[in-house]
């Protein structure tokens, strides 16, 4: 597995898999073949309610804690110093261990500067490996970095084929923040596995069109966190390395970029009211 250092100087996994609407009883087998697959990199979230599925699977599977690059995320209704300390507190009850290796503010709303202090702090006593955020736009992203002590280690966004995220990768770079992308494969929507451009370039490098996409995000430097439950899948998710896309490639992908997300729009007033209604996180308005 290639690895990424991050600004701090920790190597983080370049390629692992993302927990995010894995519930139920069968979330743990999903793991399971993830690490029997070669991940050792899992991305979870207080809100996703699967940290203690994962540390399950991870004690289960004999392999030392060490080896794993562990992340997870504190939601908005956790935001704030305090509140943000308490929620740390839970989530490593909930993982089993006495560390995170990634601890990231889940989205750009709230109270994020308190809960950076809260990091911060978590981070210098060893509780945190590295510290970042998620969701921030070139706009917020840059006005947080102004204004706190510890530069992000990582941004975890949307970025795929559809969307390319350049001006916001551009002053990530600016900064040594490590890109990390969610989504990779789009969530399955704009006919990504049928669509007739990656597939030409799959025939052309006998790949599947999952391991095209996902190959022309870790050849810009990125980090991806596909999700798949299917044990095929994740066997070609993580072999990327035995093949690289051409100029010709390339060429053909940045046409694909309509330069915005039919996913989520953080700048939609309905999705910021949403957001920050979940889990009854804020009042809301009279």
């Excluded at 203690?52 to 209704?77: N, Q």
């Excluded at 490590?178 to 969530?187: H, K």
Aim: proline content about 3%; hydrophobic content about 40%; charged content about 25%.
């Amino acid at each position: 597995m290639n690895t990424i250092r991050l600004n701090n100087g920790i190597e983080m996994p370049q390629v692992g898999m993302g927990l995010f609407q894995l519930k139920g009883d069968e979330t743990q087998t999903y793991i399971k073949q993830a690490i029997e697959a070669g991940y050792r990199l899992f991305d979870t979230a207080s809100i996703y309610g699967n940290e203690a599925d994962l540390r399950k699977a991870v004690k289960e599977s004999g392999i030392d804690r060490e080896e794993f690059f562990i992340s997870s995320k504190v939601w908005i209704h956790s935001d704030g110093y305090e509140a943000t300390m308490k929620e740390f507190e839970t989530s490593l009850n909930r993982l089993g261990t006495d560390y995170i290796d990634l601890y990231l503010i889940h989205q750009p709303m709230g109270d994020v500067y308190g809960s950076w202090r809260a990091l911060e702090e978590l981070y210098t006593q060893g509780k945190i490996k590295a510290i970042g955020v998620s969701n921030f736009s070139e706009d917020r992203l840059l006005d947080f970095i102004l204004n706190i002590n510890i530069v992000p280690a990582v941004n975890q966004i949307e970025l795929h084929p559809f969307f390319h995220q350049t001006s916001l990768r551009k002053l990530m770079k600016d900064y040594g923040i490590q890109v990390q992308a969610w989504g990779p494969l789009c969530e399955g929507m704009k006919n990504i596995f049928q669509h007739p451009v990656l597939e030409n370039i799959a025939k052309k490098h006998q790949k599947s069109i999952a391991q095209i996409t996902l190959k022309w995000s870790v050849q810009m430097g990125n980090s991806v966190i596909p999700k798949s439950t299917n044990p095929v899948h994740l066997e070609e998710n993580i072999a990327l390395w035995d093949f690289e896309l051409d100029q010709e490639d390339l060429d053909q992908i940045k046409q694909l970029d309509i330069g915005y997300s039919e996913i989520i729009d953080h700048k939609n007033l309905a999705v910021v009211k949403g957001l920050n209604l979940c889990l009854g996180s804020k009042k809301t308005p009279v």
